[in-house]
Every structure is written in C-alpha cells, then in structure tokens.
C-alpha cells in the first residue's frame, strides 16, 4: 500500500473546499484590518472625521470614546490619572476583547499583523530556519518592562516605539522613521526568529491575551475524530502550541482552545480539509463522535 503524499499546506483544504473556502477567515481578517485602518485615516485624508483619534484613544461620532486600555495603564502608573472619558473608553474596550477573546485585536485589527503574515510567508517559501526562539513568556516580561519604564520615566513607554502608533503617524504624517520600524519587524520575523514579534515580543499582544483569558467566542476541534493528521492547522497557526490540548483531547476531554494565546484568526478552520475546527462558545463542549457512536459529551 503506498503512502499517501503529503500536499503543500493549504492545498488538501482547497482541493476539497475550493480557494474561497479555504481562505474565508483570512480573507474577512484583511477586510477588517483595513477597514479600521481605513476608518482613522478617513479623517487626515478626507476630512471625513467620522472617527477622531487613533488605535491609542478615539472618538466616533463625536460620542463613542474608544481608549486602548494599555495605553491608559501605562497612564496611571507614569502618574497620569485620565480622564472620565477616557476611562469609559478603555472599560468600553475591554468588555469587547473580554468577550470575543483579547487576541482578536492582533489577528483582525492590528495592522502590523499582516506584516507578520507576509514574513511567515516569506519565511516559508524560502525554507529558512526557525531561528531564535525565545519563550513564549518572553512577551510577558516586556509588559513588565514597559509599565516598568513608564513608572519610572513618567511616560507612555510603550507609545515611542510601538510600531502601530508609528504605522498610524507615517500614513498621515508622510514616511520616515515609521516605516524603518515596520521593515524592522519584517526583518526581525524574517531571519531572526520565526513568527517572533508577534509571538514572542510585542507587550500589546500579551496584555490583550490576558484580558481575553475567559472570553466566551473560542475555536473548538469539535470534528476532532475526522482528523487525518497532515498537520497543516500546526503550519498555519500563529499560536500552535495551543492546538494539541484540544485536537488530541480524548473522550469527553474538552475540544475548545483555551488558551489566552490563540487569537481566534480562524486559519485552522480554513485549512483544515476535514473541517474539525469550528467557532463556538466556551460552554459549548460537544464532540463529534465517530460514525455509529454517541457523541462524547452525550454518552458522559
Ligand atoms: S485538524 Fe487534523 S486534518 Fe485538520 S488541518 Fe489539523 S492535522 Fe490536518
Ligand atoms: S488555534 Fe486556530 S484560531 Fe487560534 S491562533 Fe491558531 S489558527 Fe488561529
């Protein structure tokens, strides 16, 4: 009997799903991470200013303030107490991520994230190696760090380098240091380390997955049992640590990612030529049982 061969990733999910199908979740992420891109340059660009301000703190309509809850932290520990807008901005926020999962930020709305896509891609294609890896608490350290700083300096520590804020000033206020921090990522993620800034560095993504720890939206490899093991939800996950706990759960273990890390980008749902991911709730712990049995979570 002769092995079967194993396809480049993506293809097995396209051959059976079609490209659309195989792309759907990563699709929609590039619509949405240029519409919130869109929406603060609407403003600087076209004096449509439908939406004042920046991913730091906004207001839209003129009514709804939106306040990056990091960049308030680090506020207050530099000393700063904010305002009672601000303040309800940043409560505002934080109940969005809470709920969908603080790591949505990364994968639908931070622009850098397609930066680090198209350097995993690049990465891939040319076969290089891994590289430096560091811890994936690494990133945790850094927001130590930075609320640290801005303790000590009195400042928004973050803000000088974060290179969202400085992606946001080089589209309205022309090129310049911005883009040379945005080449800096694709570079660092390209030869460096592998997926690395997002990964394993930036703060925002740390401080995100821990305000989204409990968050009801989750991916669950409910489909689990159809699993035909060609590893192609590993390559394309950004996080895959986060998989096996769910994907090799047995029984009525649970089939939902829980971890803080996963940012709900959906690219194991489309490249998954076998559909075992699906979205859910994290109350939502039924398995698909194989043909002829009772699902796990009945038969408990
Ligand atoms: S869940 Fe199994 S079949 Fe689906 S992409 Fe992952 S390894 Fe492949
Ligand atoms: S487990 Fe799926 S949804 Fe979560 S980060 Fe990985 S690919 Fe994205």
Same mark, same amino acid.
């Given at each position: ?23 759907? %979740? ?8 240029? %519409? ?45 107490? /904010? ?22 930020? #990364? ?12 350097? @995993? ?12 890896? /560091? ?37 309205? %206020? ?27 560095? #930036?703060?925002?993504?740390?401080? @995100? ?24 939800? @590993?390559?394309?996950? /950004? ?5 096996? /706990? ?25 490249? #998954? ?28």
């Amino acid at each position: 009997m002769s092995a079967k061969t194993k396809l480049p990733t993506g293809q097995e999910a396209i051959a059976a799903k079609g490209w659309l199908g195989a792309h759907r %979740f990563l699709i929609l992420r590039r619509i949405s991470q240029l %519409f919130f891109l869109g929406l603060f340059l609407l403003g600087p660009w076209l004096s449509l200013w439908w939406v004042a301000g920046n991913l730091a703190g906004s207001r839209t309509l003129d009514v709804l303030p939106l306040t990056d809850p990091l960049v308030l932290l680090q506020g207050i520990v530099a000393g700063h107490w /904010p305002e009672m807008t601000a303040l309800i901005g940043a409560v505002i926020v934080l109940a969005v991520y809470a709920l969908i999962g603080g790591r949505v930020y #990364c994968s639908w709305v931070c622009p850098i994230n397609p930066v680090t896509d198209a350097a @995993y891609w690049l990465h891939d294609r040319l076969g290089l190696p891994k590289g430096w890896q /560091p811890k994936r608490a690494t990133r945790y350290w850094v927001l130590g760090m930075v609320l640290a700083v801005s303790a000590l300096t009195g400042t928004i520590a973050w803000e000088v380098v974060n290179p969202v804020t400085l992606v946001h000033r080089g589209l309205v %206020f022309g090129v310049g240091f911005a883009w040379a921090v945005v080449i800096a990522v694709f570079v660092f993620d390209l030869v460096v380390a592998r997926r690395g800034w997002c990964g394993h560095i #930036c703060p925002v993504g740390a401080f @995100y997955g821990l305000v989204g720890a409990k968050s009801l939206l989750r991916v669950s490899a409910r489909n689990r049992q159809a699993c035909d093991d060609c590893m192609d939800c @590993y390559a394309v996950c /950004p996080e895959n640590q986060v998989i096996s /706990p769910a994907l090799r759960g047995k029984g009525d273990e649970t089939p939902l990612i829980l971890s803080p890390d996963c940012t709900n980008c959906g690219r194991c749902i489309d490249v #998954c030529s076998v559909d075992v991911f699906a979205f859910t709730n994290r109350f939502d712990t039924r398995v698909t049982a194989p043909a002829g049995q009772p699902n796990a979570s009945e038969a408990a």
